[in-house]
């Protein structure tokens, strides 16, 4: 079995400011990660995905995000937040059921950016 | 370009009436699944089908129903069953092998 723990469902930073949203795992397997981003009314979009290359892994709009196996861990970070980022993240894992990769969420962190 | 097209995109139904959500993907993937949304819940699966013509409940199916006679299409059905049904739906297709998924941009149902 695996899941997903998103650490904080609000969190509020300045614009500028280090984003950091936290996203521990739980998987019997090596895990696939992803990351993904939900503007409101807006289906999901994939921001970046871990695959078992690169520990740390690079996505769009300037974010990235580093798989640690050790802490179990796969935090999303972008060193300067816009106002364009204030939206809903999604930390997913993927393991293996009879008929496939089945992914696995998170509850979500909502990121809001001030001025 | 190969996506995932749901509609309507926003949907008000009276109590006691069933509406279709429609659900088309041009992805060539064998699985199609839907999703429900609601506010601190995260997604919640509702059905999924792994091929044509077979599907299974998720987590929380009561209420709703599905078929899948084309590959491209998988639409759900929310009855009059379902005791709460206004919420954010998504319909999603996953890559075999990576199982990332690809998402409609969601269909938002009200019910008056």
């Known amino acids: 079995a695996q899941s997903v723990t998103q650490l904080g469902s609000h969190v509020s930073v300045s614009e500028g400011a280090l984003v950091l949203l936290r996203c521990n795992y739980s998987?019997?397997?090596?895990?696939?990660l992803f990351w993904y981003v939900q503007y409101p009314n807006q289906g999901l979009q994939l921001l970046l995905k871990?695959?078992?290359?690169?520990?740390l892994v690079k996505g769009i709009n300037g974010f990235e995000a580093e798989f640690k196996k050790s802490e179990t861990s796969f935090h999303l970070t972008k060193p300067s937040a816009h106002m364009s980022d204030a939206a809903e993240y999604f930390c997913?894992?993927?393991?293996?059921?009879?008929?496939?990769?089945?992914?696995?969420f998170g509850t979500g962190t909502q990121l809001k950016v001030e001025l | 370009d190969g996506g995932i097209t749901q509609s309507p995109k926003y949907l008000f139904r009276k109590e006691g009436q069933n509406v279709t959500l429609s659900c088309e993907q041009n992805l060539n993937h064998d699985a199609m699944y839907w999703y429900r949304q609601d506010p601190g819940q995260g997604l919640r699966l509702i059905y999924y089908?792994?091929?044509?013509?077979?599907?299974q409940k998720g987590d929380i199916a009561e209420g709703y129903s599905v078929s899948r006679e084309k590959k491209e299409s998988f639409p759900l059905t929310v009855t009059s069953a379902q005791k709460n049904p206004t919420a954010f739906y998504l319909c999603a297709s996953p890559d075999r092998a990576t199982g990332e998924l690809f998402f409609g941009e969601g269909s938002r149902l009200t019910v008056l």
């Open positions: 998987s019997s397997v090596p895990p696939y």
């Open positions: 997913a894992v993927s393991g293996w059921t009879g008929g496939g990769n089945k992914l696995t």
């Open positions: 871990y695959t078992s290359a690169a520990t």
């Open positions: 089908s792994q091929i044509v013509n077979d599907f």
